[in-house]
């Protein structure tokens, strides 16, 4: 090898070299402004609340804090209103996201065939889901009203007693979630209808050929195919769920009693009303740790690569 061969080959590591490095830099500044908003906004937040649930934590002046170690989570095991709080928490959870994955798929498998109007009934499914919280809420509450509301009067003229829908224990709870599934359906109909459009049509031509009815198809093309769709819409429903307050403060505002008061609820009520952070701040690592356990198990139920 001639010396202007070596030197040619010096020239290209160097430049490789160089290229690497100028493509790690730009790399590290265009991920630097979403690394700054999640340090701040997210990694923060975490471990200053890690650190608060350990503390009798003085809001006014934090040097004045306490620390009492895992005593807040002890005291959580021994709160008979966390887990009253938790227990409705479970069961809005129960009600709302199996329902909403159901009717989810549903609409989206329906609006996926040749049918006239197609176009207008996404529109139509998925607009409640734009809408805030507190207009859903408000609009519910009419409706589910004893007086005027649209519901009771239809029911009465087959019913003599229709439901107090918002002031019985029995139905309190699943007025709210009859609420959220119309109010959130579209979104999981929106990620459930673009995987069910992504699944070839040569599998359900060849699951014909095969003799598969509409059941079999569905069953053994359908759901195998969009099932990491499914697995996204569950958990993040689940997320949703446990993280609900907005639509029980604003309809019953816990109530009747204490049976639709959610964990969000009594972790605002711990923190602002009864000023005891520390507190609030462990019911809030008791949350994170039940939704990563709720996601690690139904990622082996659903979303694991089970081929």
């Given at each position: ?14 430049s ?7 493509e ?15 340090g ?16 009798d934590?003085?809001?006014?002046d ?5 620390f009492?170690g ?5 005291q ?19 009600l709302?996201?199996?329902s909403?994955?159901?009717?989810a ?5 329906g609006?996926n ?6 176009g ?24 589910y ?42 979104f ?10 992504s ?9 014909k050929l ?9 069953r053994d ?5 969009i099932r ?6 569950v ?26 008061e ?12 009864q ?19 709720v ?10 690569d089970?081929?």
């Amino acid at each position: 090898m001639s010396v202007t061969d070596r030197f040619d080959g010096i020239k290209g590591v160097i430049s490789s070299d160089n290229r690497s490095r100028k493509e790690l830099i730009e790399g590290i500044l265009f991920s630097l402004p979403y690394l700054v908003i999640f340090g701040v906004f997210l990694l923060y937040p975490l471990v200053m609340g890690g650190y608060m649930s350990l503390f009798d934590w003085n809001a006014i002046d934090p040097t004045q804090s306490v620390f009492i170690g895992f005593e807040n989570y002890q005291q959580l095991m021994n709160d008979s209103d966390f887990w009253n709080a938790l227990r409705n928490t479970g069961y809005f959870t129960l009600l709302t996201v199996p329902s909403i994955v159901v009717v989810a798929l549903s609409l989206a498998l329906g609006v996926n065939r040749d049918i006239k109007g197609k176009g207008l009934l996404r529109a139509i499914f998925f607009s409640p889901y734009i809408l805030t919280v507190s207009v859903t809420a408000v609009v519910w509450v009419d409706l589910y009203s004893t007086q005027y509301g649209m519901i009771n009067h239809y029911l009465g003229m087959v019913m003599e007693n229709p439901p107090q829908w918002l002031q019985t224990r029995l139905t309190a709870m699943p007025a709210i979630a009859m609420t959220t599934v119309w109010w959130l359906v579209g979104f999981s109909f929106v990620i459930l209808l673009s995987a069910r459009q992504s699944v070839p049509d040569y599998l359900y031509e060849a699951a014909k050929l095969d003799g598969a009815g509409t059941w079999r198809q569905f069953r053994d093309v359908t759901v195998p195919q969009i099932r990491h769709a499914i697995f996204f819409v569950v958990i993040i429903n689940i997320i949703w769920a446990f993280q609900v307050y907005g639509q029980p403060y604003v309809m019953t505002s816990g109530g009747p009693g204490s049976t639709t008061e959610t964990l969000v609820m009594y972790l605002y009520e711990s923190a602002f009303a009864q000023r005891n952070f520390g507190y609030a701040a462990a019911i809030g690592y008791v949350l994170t740790g039940i939704l990563v356990m709720v996601s690690i198990a139904n990622y082996y139920l659903l979303g694991g690569d089970n081929e």
